[in-house]
């Protein structure tokens, strides 16, 4: 076992993520069952009483890999020498709004943040932006971190990416496992792409194996609304799925995948999308670096789906340009 922690920043962590997410991070799941972490816990002044009764929780717990807990209100004591930062801490939306709607509310959070992260934390930080509208928040935070290689900031697509496996796998009556190289495209909002002409099922194309209909009526539109269905039916937006993905996907940027996962990353105009803005992507990881998977098809309808959710994001980017966020 190694024996110096990795310093793991969660923010919005007595939120209702970060109740699911700190449990699994303290008993390995992030970074492995050979590497201690110290967490560090970020959260705004009035939720701090709350935040205590969770460490006490995870005091109870004794995880032999957490090593310790620092709580605080203040992003650059919390942020000293991070390694990972989760940033999870935003409002979350009610029924009836759109992400985007989050942006002037949630997007100065991101501000301080990037611009603490710049200065205080470790050469080799990443940084998983999961609080909403997630996408442009990362562009925020990068814009406000200039001495920390855009790269190192990402956004949460594994959570789509989770449900089209999701979906896919009960329409075919087959393991999530059979399903390989499925990705999401675009913004984490309704008019995100979840591609099945490059995505196999036990070897073969999916997209032969199903209904263009079911594609286009069911898979996509259920796949990119199934956020706002999760808000109508539990009253709150999803938790412990949101904290699943969100492991997910810095397990494997950390510590490596043999698999075409979903990311959202700063563009670099692959496939057209444009520069600028942090779209999802399928992506490969290689010793802690994610890449972009050259060399795919993509039919006029995919094309088409990609270009529009990247307008959207150009949209926001603008929108955060305007408010001075960027
Ligand atoms: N990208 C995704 O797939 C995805 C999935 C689910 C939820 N989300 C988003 O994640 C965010 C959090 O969701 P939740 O359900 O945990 O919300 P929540 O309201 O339960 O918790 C958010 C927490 O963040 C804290 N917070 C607010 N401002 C902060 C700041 N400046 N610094 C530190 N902490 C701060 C709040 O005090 C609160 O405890 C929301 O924006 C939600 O929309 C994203
Ligand atoms: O839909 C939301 O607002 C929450 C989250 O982004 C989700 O996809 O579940």
């Given at each position: 076992?190694?024996?110096?922690?990795?310093?793991?920043?969660?923010?919005?962590?007595?939120?209702?993520?970060?109740?699911?997410?700190?449990?699994?991070?303290?008993?390995?799941?992030?970074?492995?069952?050979?590497?201690?972490?110290?967490?560090?816990?970020?959260?705004?002044?009035?939720?701090?009483?709350?935040?205590?009764?969770?460490?006490?929780?995870?005091?109870?717990?004794?995880?032999?890999?957490?090593?310790?807990?620092?709580?605080?209100?203040?992003?650059?004591?919390?942020?000293?020498?991070?390694?990972?930062?989760?940033?999870?801490?935003?409002?979350?939306?009610?029924?009836?709004?759109?992400?985007?709607?989050?942006?002037?509310?949630?997007?100065?959070?991101?501000?301080?943040?990037?611009?603490?992260?710049?200065?205080?934390?470790?050469?080799?930080?990443?940084?998983?932006?999961?609080?909403?509208?997630?996408?442009?928040?990362?562009?925020?935070?990068?814009?406000?971190?200039?001495?920390?290689?855009?790269?190192?900031?990402?956004?949460?697509?594994?959570?789509?990416?989770?449900?089209?496996?999701?979906?896919?796998a009960k329409k075919l009556e087959v393991s999530v496992d059979a399903i390989k190289d499925l990705a999401i495209w675009g913004n984490h909002d309704d008019s995100m792409y979840p591609d099945l002409y490059n995505t196999k099922v036990d070897g073969k194309v999916a997209a032969d194996l199903v209904d263009e209909a079911w594609i286009k009526d069911e898979?996509?539109?259920?796949?990119?609304?199934?956020?706002?269905?999760?808000?109508?039916?539990?009253?709150?937006?999803?938790?412990?799925?949101?904290?699943?993905?969100?492991?997910?996907?810095?397990?494997?940027?950390?510590?490596?995948?043999?698999?075409?996962?979903?990311?959202?990353?700063?563009?670099?105009?692959?496939?057209?999308?444009?520069?600028?803005?942090?779209?999802?992507?399928?992506?490969?990881?290689?010793?802690?670096?994610?890449?972009?998977?050259?060399?795919?098809?993509?039919?006029?309808?995919?094309?088409?789906?990609?270009?529009?959710?990247?307008?959207?994001?150009?949209?926001?980017?603008?929108?955060?340009?305007?408010?001075?966020?960027?």
């Amino acid at each position: 076992m190694s024996t110096t922690p990795v310093k793991v920043a969660v923010t919005g962590a007595a939120g209702q993520i970060g109740y699911s997410l700190l449990f699994r991070i303290a008993s390995g799941a992030l970074l492995g069952p050979d590497t201690p972490v110290e967490l560090r816990l970020l959260e705004v002044t009035p939720a701090l009483p709350a935040l205590e009764g969770v460490v006490m929780e995870l005091d109870d717990c004794a995880f032999p890999l957490l090593s310790s807990v620092v709580t605080g209100d203040n992003p650059e004591q919390i942020f000293d020498g991070a390694n990972v930062a989760l940033l999870v801490g935003a409002m979350p939306r009610k029924d009836g709004m759109d992400r985007a709607d989050l942006l002037s509310a949630n997007g100065k959070i991101f501000t301080g943040q990037g611009a603490a992260l710049n200065k205080v934390a470790a050469d080799d930080i990443k940084v998983l932006v999961t609080g909403n509208p997630a996408n442009t928040n990362a562009l925020i935070a990068l814009s406000n971190a200039p001495d920390i290689p855009k790269e190192r900031f990402n956004a949460l697509t594994r959570l789509d990416h989770n449900r089209a496996k999701g979906q896919l796998a009960k329409k075919l009556e087959v393991s999530v496992d059979a399903i390989k190289d499925l990705a999401i495209w675009g913004n984490h909002d309704d008019s995100m792409y979840p591609d099945l002409y490059n995505t196999k099922v036990d070897g073969k194309v999916a997209a032969d194996l199903v209904d263009e209909a079911w594609i286009k009526d069911e898979f996509i539109p259920t796949v990119a609304k199934r956020g706002g269905a999760i808000i109508k039916a539990r009253g709150a937006s999803s938790a412990a799925s949101a904290a699943a993905a969100t492991i997910d996907h810095m397990h494997d940027w950390y510590v490596g995948t043999d698999e075409i996962v979903s990311m959202s990353v700063p563009s670099d105009g692959s496939y057209g999308v444009p520069e600028g803005i942090v779209s999802s992507f399928p992506c490969r990881v290689k010793n802690g670096q994610w890449e972009i998977v050259q060399g795919l098809e993509l039919n006029d309808f995919s094309k088409e789906r990609i270009m529009a959710s990247a307008k959207r994001l150009e949209d926001e980017r603008d929108q955060v340009k305007q408010l001075g966020l960027i």
